[in-house]
């Protein structure tokens, strides 16, 4: 067990396990993004820091097949921040959340060394879609294309820089796919640590494994922040999945099935 499921095991509440807490019809999430953890000042403007924060936070929600309703922001800002970049870190918050059709309800605010944003988000559903539901021989797939957000971070570690449109800065969410297809799934979330270690949450909480229908390479399996959807489904269900897809103009990739074995994570834990 790493450091991480070792602290959360500290906690015995049955709302843990998912994207997010599902209490009745809402959706209860918050994620952290953190300046020299998640990202550095200098490789994106204020604007784009506080709209990926805004993006990671909402990927809970949709990974639940909920709708985002309010949000409450907690920002520590360093001193040194002037009321334009101010104006510009809130710019970023609004614009995602008008484009969600959020709410942004309060928070709190403090000074701080460096720029630490958390955020909770408040959401709704008719039915949640949960890590849960997983059957052998269900199938395994995700969606669009993973690795390209390991490359870019690799790249900005050597001082590089990103097209506008790298994943690593444009996140593109899946709700649309997700609202439309979720009565065809078994079981989904979302591909925030890499595809590989997010398989190892539905491996524990399922107590199955997997079998793979061709190789994986750790550059792709092991690619965190991408943010894109793992869903499995059974395998009456393809056809109907595959379709919804193509609606979406959405490429998927099955990849496994659900098996009775062990699984091992080949990835490096991305927490501590």
């Known amino acids: ?3 991480e499921n070792y602290f959360i095991s500290q906690f015995n509440s049955k709302y843990i396990g998912d994207d997010a807490a599902v ?3 809402h959706i209860y999430s918050k994620d952290a993004f953190f300046e020299n953890v ?3 000042r200098k490789w994106m403007s204020f604007r784009q820091i506080s709209s990926k924060a805004m993006y990671v936070n909402i990927s ?7 709708k985002p309703r309010y949000a409450l922001l907690s920002v520590a800002m360093p001193k040194s921040m002037t009321k334009t970049d101010m104006q510009e870190l809130a710019l970023g918050f609004k614009d995602v959340a008008s484009e969600f059709g959020i709410e942004i309800i309060g928070g ?3 000074s701080n060394t460096k720029l630490d944003i958390t955020i909770t988000i408040i959401s709704e559903t008719k039915k949640a879609l949960l890590r849960r539901g997983l ?3 269900h199938l395994l797939a995700y969606t669009g294309k993973l690795g390209q ?3 870019d ?3 900005l570690m050597n001082l590089g820089t990103l097209h506008k449109k790298s994943k690593f800065v444009n996140i593109q969410l899946r709700d649309k796919f997700v609202n439309n297809v979720s009565r065809n799934l078994s079981a989904g979330m979302d591909i925030s640590d890499g595809l590989f270690s997010d398989l190892d949450k539905l491996a524990s909480i399922n107590k199955l494994g997997f079998k793979f229908l061709k190789k994986i390479p750790k550059s792709i399996g092991c690619s965190g922040e991408e943010y894109e959807m793992l869903v499995s489904f059974d395998k009456r269900n393809k056809k109907a999945v595959l379709r919804k897809a193509k609606q979406s103009r959405l490429e998927i990739n099955i990849f496994a099935s659900a098996f009775r074995n062990r699984y091992i994570n080949r990835c490096k834990a991305h927490h501590f």
Not at 60 to 66: E, I, L, T
């Open 153 to 155: 971070l690799k790249k």
């Open 149 to 151: 957000s390991a490359k």
């Open 60 to 66: 809970d929600a949709v990974a639940m097949n909920a």
């Open 38 to 40: 998640h990202f550095k």
């Open 23 to 25: 209490i009745g019809t």
């Open 108 to 110: 709190d605010t403090i």
């Open 135 to 137: 059957r052998k021989n």
């Open 1 to 3: 067990m790493n450091l």
